[in-house]
Every structure is written in structure tokens, then in C-alpha cells.
């Protein structure tokens, strides 16, 4: 059975092109739109300095100082009276002290009689190593030889060095350890002066300074028949067990 509508007056017939014209449209507005080129208008900016002709300065008012004239000088006297000198002044000769060629002079002959000498110690300090004649500890005095007074002195000071032995409590409770090297000088009287020390910490360093302060007075040491000053060194060991 056949439709009984009109062919010519379907609207649907030619919605292919009508759609085709649409879309054409729209992109040629859209492409129109995106060439569109604007331009930014140049403002003119006008800068005026107003400067004004009229400027009131206040003038300060100075005052003027009217000081006096100074005074005239003195008038010179009508009579001027003349005073003759009546003093002679002598006149001081200076001589030359500069010695010419002609000027002998006689040579000074001093005798030794004449001169005070005094005579000055020197103080010699001497290793205990080379010393001639080594100081002698107490107790020493029965060897002979000096070998033997050498070896004993030695012993003499380990031994006093054992018995005066105190470990500090500082140090030991924070666990140092160490050697200090001691060296000090027996003088001409045989007492212990200028000792010396160096060590790991300074507990230990003034631990063995106290040791070896409280050596005992020596026989002097003996060098070319006088007494001198010796030097004796020696390392104290610091050791916890």
C-alpha cells in the first residue's frame, strides 16, 4: 500500500543538505572569529611640573656688635733720658778640646794591684750521667765506686717513688692512664728544685710533681772538686690494674 503523502512537501527529504549548510556555517563564523586581530590603543600621558614664581624666604634678623676701639698706645716721654754703661762685661774664651798632630799623649800604665776583681759562680748544671762524682742518696754512702753509687741512687728514688705511689681518685674514676716524664735538678745544697713534667693529663702530671718534691736531701753532686748542680730525669708510669 503506498503512502498517501505528498513527496514534494517532505521536510525531511533534504535535511542532509540542510545540515551540511549549517555546519559550514558555523565553521566559517568560528575561523572568522579566531583571525579577528585587535590593536591596543597608545594612551597618551602628559606629565606637568608646576613650579611657582612666588617663593617667600624668611630672612633672619641679624643684629650688629658694635665693639669699642682699642685704646691708643702709649705716647712716647718728651725727654728722653741717655744711661751710659758703666759695666764691663767680659767676654768667655771658649778653647777647642779637638787634639792636633803636635799633642802627645802619655800612655796610662794601671796596675793589676789596682783593679778589685770579683769573682762570679757560674752556674753549671751537669747530667747525672756524666757527672764526676754522682749525688749520694741516703744509704749509698757504704759503695765505693761511683758505678755502684750511680745504681743505687736509681734504686733509691724507685723505691721512693713505690712507698709516696698514690693513683688520684679523679683520675681513676675516669680511667686515665699514662706516663709523666719527670726531670728535675739536684742543686749544690742536694735539695730537688726546678722540676719539670709532662704528661698525658694534669692529674697525673701534679701527682708525680708531689712525689718527687718530697725527696729527701742528697749528698751534692761533685764536679771538678766544687759542688754543682745535677740533673736527674725520669718516667713514672701511670697504670690501672
Same mark, same amino acid.
Given at each position: 500500500?503506498? &503512502? @498517501? @503523502?505528498?513527496?514534494? /512537501?517532505?521536510? %525531511?527529504? !533534504?535535511?542532509?543538505?540542510?545540515?551540511?549548510? %549549517?555546519?559550514?556555517?558555523?565553521?566559517?563564523?568560528?575561523?572568522?572569529?579566531?583571525?579577528? @586581530? #585587535?590593536?591596543?590603543? =597608545?594612551?597618551?600621558?602628559?606629565? /606637568?611640573?608646576?613650579?611657582?614664581?612666588?617663593l617667600k624666604e624668611d630672612v633672619p634678623i641679624t643684629e650688629i656688635i658694635r665693639t669699642a676701639p682699642p685704646p691708643p698706645p702709649p705716647s712716647a716721654p718728651d725727654v728722653i733720658e741717655i744711661v751710659e754703661d758703666v759695666e764691663d762685661v767680659e767676654e768667655t774664651v771658649i778653647e777647642s778640646t779637638e787634639s792636633s798632630q803636635e799633642t802627645f799623649v802619655e800612655d796610662a800604665i794601671v796596675s793589676v794591684?789596682?783593679?778589685? $776583681?770579683?769573682?762570679? =759562680? =757560674?752556674?753549671?748544671?751537669?747530667?747525672? $750521667?756524666?757527672?764526676?762524682?754522682?749525688p749520694?742518696?741516703? %744509704?749509698?754512702?757504704?759503695?765505693? #765506686?761511683?758505678?755502684?753509687? @750511680? $745504681?743505687?741512687? !736509681?734504686?733509691?728514688?724507685?723505691?721512693?717513688?713505690? $712507698? !709516696?705511689?698514690?693513683? &688520684?681518685? #679523679?683520675?681513676?674514676?675516669?680511667?686515665? #692512664? %699514662?706516663?709523666?716524664?719527670?726531670q728535675f735538678v739536684i742543686d749544690s745544697q742536694g735539695k730537688v728544685a726546678n722540676i719539670q713534667k709532662r704528661g698525658p693529663d694534669r692529674l697525673l702530671e701534679k701527682e708525680a710533681v708531689r712525689i718527687i718534691s718530697t725527696l729527701p736531701t742528697v749528698k751534692p753532686g761533685i764536679q771538678r772538686g766544687k759542688a754543682v748542680k745535677v740533673k736527674y730525669s725520669i718516667p713514672i708510669n701511670f697504670i690501672m690494674k
Open positions: 500500500m503506498k &503512502p @498517501k @503523502k505528498n513527496p514534494n /512537501v517532505d521536510v %525531511g527529504r !533534504n535535511s542532509s543538505l540542510y545540515f551540511m549548510i %549549517g555546519l559550514t556555517s558555523v565553521l566559517f563564523l568560528t575561523w572568522q572569529s579566531l583571525e579577528v @586581530k #585587535t590593536y591596543e590603543k =597608545e594612551s597618551l600621558v602628559s606629565e /606637568v611640573l608646576e613650579v611657582s614664581d612666588d794591684d789596682d783593679i778589685d $776583681a770579683e769573682e762570679v =759562680e =757560674e752556674d753549671i748544671v751537669v747530667p747525672f $750521667a756524666v757527672i764526676e762524682y754522682v749520694v742518696f741516703p %744509704g749509698c754512702e757504704v759503695y765505693d #765506686t761511683q758505678e755502684e753509687r @750511680k $745504681a743505687c741512687f !736509681n734504686e733509691k728514688v724507685q723505691e721512693h717513688i713505690k $712507698a !709516696n705511689f698514690k693513683y &688520684p681518685e #679523679t683520675a681513676l674514676e675516669m680511667g686515665i #692512664t %699514662g706516663r709523666v716524664f719527670v
